[in-house]
Every structure is written in structure tokens, then in C-alpha cells.
């Protein structure tokens, strides 16, 4: 990693998607920096969602019933640890799933919304029930208008 990269990883400022990039640029494991996605979703919010995300997730998607059912999905059938997303490659947003410290930019799609399906973020609240902690965090956990900003940078 060059010291401009090494910088920006290593700054709690820098922007998360900034320091995701980087580390995925450069080829390491990125979940200590990828934990940072989800501290923008922590604060508020459940079904509010900005009519520009709607209309792509209902375009893109179907609906944004099936969305989140393919969401959970993509959590709960991911083997292992590792993370569930909603992510835009080629224009349209789809849902995804990676192993480990992978994210979506690996294999040519942005990061618009992450969810941790490691044991750890769910263990203590679910235990093994990680649907019922995957269908929490659609449901009520994530900040949908900072998710539609998300696609609309994709999306330039
Ligand atoms: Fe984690």
C-alpha cells in the first residue's frame, strides 16, 4: 500500500467508502474499515425511503417487498461469515453476497448498503437465528435516505 493509501485507511475521518476503496484497491482483507458502512445506518429510521431509491429498487429489483426478501435471503444463505448488500454494477442496483472481508467493489459493483452477517454481529441479540437479525435490520435498522445518496454517487 503507498503511503497516500496507507493514510487514508488508517484515518478515522477519511470517508468510509474512501478508505473500503482503497482497501479493496489494494487487495487486503477489508473488514476492520468495512465495519464503517454500517455506523450510517445505526441511528434511525425503518420504511422511509426516498422515492428515487424506491423507483430504481421496484425497476431493478421488483419491489421493495422482494428486495428485502432477497436481501435476507443473501444474508442468511451466505456460508460462513461474511456480508449481504445491495450494490449497483452496470446501472441497476442488485443484491449480492461475499465471504469473509469481501466486498461488492471486488467484483465490480458499488457498495450502496452492507450488512455484517459474521457471528458476532448477531450472536448475542439471535443466537443462530440470523434471518430474524438480517429481517431486523431491514425492517428497522437501515437510514434509506443515506442509501439513496449512496446510489445517486454510483450512479454519476
Ligand atoms: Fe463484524
Keep these: 500500500m503507498d503511503e497516500v493509501g ?15 476503496r482503497v482497501q479493496a484497491l489494494e487487495g487486503h ?12 445506518v445505526q441511528t434511525v429510521f425503518g420504511d422511509r425511503m426516498p422515492g428515487s431509491l424506491e423507483k430504481q429498487i421496484v425497476a431493478d429489483l421488483g419491489s421493495v417487498a422482494k428486495m428485502k426478501e432477497d436481501f435476507i ?6 456460508f460462513g ?32 448498503l452492507g450488512c455484517d452477517v459474521w457471528e458476532h454481529s448477531y450472536y448475542i441479540d439471535y443466537r443462530n437465528r440470523r434471518p430474524d437479525y438480517l429481517k431486523a435490520f431491514v425492517d428497522n435498522l437501515v437510514n434509506w435516505e443515506y442509501v439513496a445518496e449512496m446510489l445517486a454517487a454510483a450512479s454519476k
Design 6 to 20: 496507507a493514510r487514508i485507511v488508517t484515518d478515522p475521518a477519511a470517508p468510509c467508502c474512501k478508505r473500503q
Design 81 to 112: 461469515s461474511g456480508w449481504c448488500w445491495l450494490a449497483v454494477r452496470y446501472g441497476r442496483i442488485e443484491v449480492m453476497k461475499t465471504a469473509n472481508g469481501e466486498n461488492p467493489l471486488v467484483h465490480g459493483a458499488t457498495p450502496i
Design 29 to 40: 482483507a477489508v473488514q476492520p474499515h468495512v465495519h464503517c458502512a454500517p455506523l450510517h
Design 73 to 78: 435471503r443473501a444474508g442468511a444463505t451466505q
